[in-house]
T-cell receptor, first 112, second 116 residues
Framework: AQSVSQHNHHVILSEAASLELGCNYS??????LFWYVQYPGQHLQLLLK??????LVKGIKGFEAEFIKSKFSFNLRKPSVQWSDTAEYFC??????????FGAGTRLFVKA | GAVVSQHPSWVICKSGTSVKIECRSL??????MFWYRQFPKQSLMLMAT?????????EQGVEKDKFLINHASLTLSTLTVTSAHPEDSSFYIC????????????FGEGSRLTVL
């Protein structure tokens, strides 16, 4: 069965600090990988996705993620966070079939 | 991007009553929609996959008689929580894909159910 593990439940950073959120998944086949973000009071929305090709994926608002197949990982990074990045971040995996499975989420709080 | 809308956004009901939550895809057709449940400080738990014109596919441990799903058209899926109890209080979120090849999910705003 698919599963997704996010390493940090809560992260607190100061503005301009670098961010890396870990995500590991378990699924043996071909996967589609996603990071979704939920800003306070808003819908979940897509931040970036990986289907194939270059394992380094760039998303909106300066975020990027790297797919490392050998490590079953898809970590999210941003070199310099802003106060407006305060949100909850979810890693998600879609393996064979229709289902998308989510990690537990990481709440990021950026101090101004 | 594609828009998914849920209604109501918040509902309070008495124990023993039934509550219906609607999920609509506003600018695209969705043959498949997904219902998730989110507990506080926990991830989204997939409850069921709603299939237009056929029965929903429920995840293990989800009671199909308690959480009735109907996907009567390509733009509407409904989740009915029957005989609700306080432990059913949660945040219910629906989502859909605008195209089967994209993989990207578009989410509704969620519906908070409080059962007294």
């Amino acid at each position: 069965a698919q599963s997704v593990s996010q390493h940090n439940h809560h992260v607190i950073l100061s503005e301009a600090a670098s961010l890396e959120l870990g995500c590991n998944y378990s699924y043996g086949g071909t996967v589609n990988l996603f990071w979704y973000v939920q800003y306070p009071g808003q819908h979940l929305q897509l931040l970036l996705k990986y289907f194939s090709g270059d394992p380094l994926v760039k998303g909106i608002k300066g975020f990027e993620a790297e797919f490392i197949k050998s490590k079953f990982s898809f970590n999210l990074r941003k070199p310099s966070v802003q106060w407006s990045d305060t949100a909850e971040y979810f890693c998600a995996v879609k393996g064979g079939g229709f289902k998308t499975i989510f990690g537990a989420g990481t709440r990021l709080f950026v101090k101004a | 991007g594609a828009v998914v809308s849920q209604h109501p956004s918040w509902v309070i009901c008495k124990s023993g009553t039934s509550v219906k939550i609607e999920c609509r895809s506003l600018d695209f057709q969705a043959t498949t929609m997904f219902w998730y449940r989110q507990f506080p400080k926990q991830s989204l738990m997939l409850m069921a996959t709603s299939n237009e014109g056929s029965k929903a596919t429920y995840e293990q441990g989800v009671e199909k008689d308690k959480f009735l799903i109907n996907h009567a058209s390509l733009t509407l899926s409904t989740l009915t929580v029957t005989s609700a109890h306080p432990e059913d209080s949660s945040f219910y979120i629906c989502s859909a894909r605008a195209g089967e090849n994209t993989g990207e999910l578009f989410f509704g705003e969620g519906s908070r159910l409080t059962v007294l």
